[in-house]
């Protein structure tokens, strides 16, 4: 009864008090939610084409209130260990295709492939026509140990049984190498690269090299689904000097932006949008719109990247900025279940409350039915008894607080209450 009691006169206090729980804990859900303010970026060695796309990623996202850090490594190699690594900070990088298998890594998703990157075998002019096996006793550069370049090119020598035969296996930057090889140091320069990174216009153009033609291009794309056929037009690199003097057949891996599997969505949506705005141009290699594309070469897409490239870019952050959309976002994520839930409960409450408020009265009539049935019996004693039961039960039908929507069956339940005594008198 005291609960009872305690309901009644606290419960505009009590329903205030549970709606600010509610909140509370809807904001500190909403909070725990929320995408990260800042994110690391895996890239490759300072100058280089990674880290130039890299700051381009990083540019854009800033744009939007992201804070990116770029995080220089050797290449693709050590931007895998450091994604693998949760303690690294480390949550998105640029990965050469072809450098993990598909089931090495279960806690990385790829975002979609983002361009071409030839492997380009330069080498000095006097070696015409270099093949696999004019490479024995050579002086070739791989490039650093870390990177893409070097990994895919101890795969090719070894494939064709040079690992052991090669004079000499040097792991410089490809800017080194191509000071050597200029200065005729070494005879074989290999990186991978973009078209337009400047290391491959400075020896494409010169007349001091040459560049390989792969003339089993089939062959490798055949062993390795990663690679793709790519052929350098006859002059491309210089017309006056009509270099390279025929066409040339390359083959190339693509690249590919990979996340940990725990990045928030938005995050990924954000990145997704960059790579649109990055990489969606045309090239020498890909028409326009080619890249980024839905392309799980060694990694799955993630369910972010599946719906980007399904649907777009998310509604909210196509139409508000993107921490207005985030939080929109996770609202909408929080209150449609609790709409959901709370409508029907709502509808329902006010003919639960009307029933409750109802049955308080109703329970009086009940008892006032069963003294009406009782009275007409002459006992002095059962009189007696009568007369206390009907004030006991007047008692509690004026100390019963209802509000004033129900005061006229109160009013009627006072008057039936009156004519009861009434008729018990007369008896």
Do not use: C
Not at 18 to 45: H, K, S, W
Not at 136 to 148: A, E, M, Q, T, Y
Not at 229 to 242: I, Q, S, W
Not at 420 to 427: M, N, Q
């Amino acid at each position: 009864m005291a609960v009872r009691e305690f309901l009644r006169a606290y419960w505009h206090a009590l329903a205030i008090g549970v709606t600010a729980v509610a909140i509370l804990g809807v904001a500190i859900l909403l909070l725990g939610t929320m995408p990260p303010r800042a994110i690391a970026m895996a890239t490759g060695p300072k100058g280089g084409g990674y880290y130039q796309i890299g700051k381009r990623y990083q540019a854009a996202l800033e744009r939007a209130g992201e804070r990116v850090t770029l995080i220089e490594t050797a290449g693709s190699l050590e931007n895998l260990a450091l994604l693998r690594d949760p303690g690294s900070g480390v949550q998105v990088a640029l990965i050469q295709d072809g450098t993990i298998g598909k089931d090495e890594a279960p806690e990385l998703e790829s975002l979609g492939t983002l361009f071409y990157e030839p492997l380009w075998i330069f080498h000095r002019s006097e070696l015409q026509g270099l093949t696999p096996g004019a490479l024995r006793g050579r002086k070739v550069s791989i490039g650093p140990v870390g990177s893409g370049t070097h990994a895919l090119m101890l795969e090719l020598l070894k494939r064709n049984g040079l690992d052991q035969q090669v004079g000499e296996l040097l792991a410089l930057a490809p800017d080194a190498a191509a000071d050597k090889l200029l200065a005729g140091e070494i005879d074989v320069a290999a990186f991978v690269a973009q078209w337009d990174a400047p290391v491959v216009q400075r020896l494409i153009a010169d007349e001091r090299v040459g560049l390989a033609n792969v003339s089993r291009a089939d062959a490798y794309v055949a062993l390795y689904p990663f690679l793709s056929k790519l052929t350098v037009p006859r002059g491309m690199g210089d017309l006056e000097k009509d270099l390279p003097p025929s066409d040339v057949t390359l083959f190339a891996p693509k690249a590919s932006l990979v996340v940990r599997r725990d990045l928030h969505p938005a995050i990924q949506d954000l990145l997704l949008t960059a790579a649109v705005q990055i990489h969606s141009g045309v090239g020498i290699f890909h028409r326009a719109g080619r890249f980024p594309a839905a392309e799980g070469i060694d990694l799955p897409l993630s369910e972010a990247a599946v719906q980007f490239y399904k649907s777009g870019q998310p509604f909210l952050q196509n139409n508000f900025p993107f921490w207005i959309a985030s939080l929109v976002g996770r609202l909408l994520v929080l209150l449609i279940p609790i709409v959901a839930v709370l409508y029907p409960v709502m509808r329902f409450l006010p003919a639960l409350y009307d029933w409750l408020m109802r049955s308080k009265i109703t329970r009086l009539y009940g008892e006032l039915r069963f003294l009406e049935d009782e009275i007409g019996g002459g006992d002095t004693a059962n009189r007696t008894r009568l007369i206390a039961r009907l004030d006991e039960l007047e008692k509690q039908a004026n100390e019963l607080r209802m509000p004033i929507t129900y005061e006229s069956m109160m009013f009627l339940l006072r008057n039936q209450i009156a004519a009861v005594r009434a008729r018990l008198k007369a008896h």
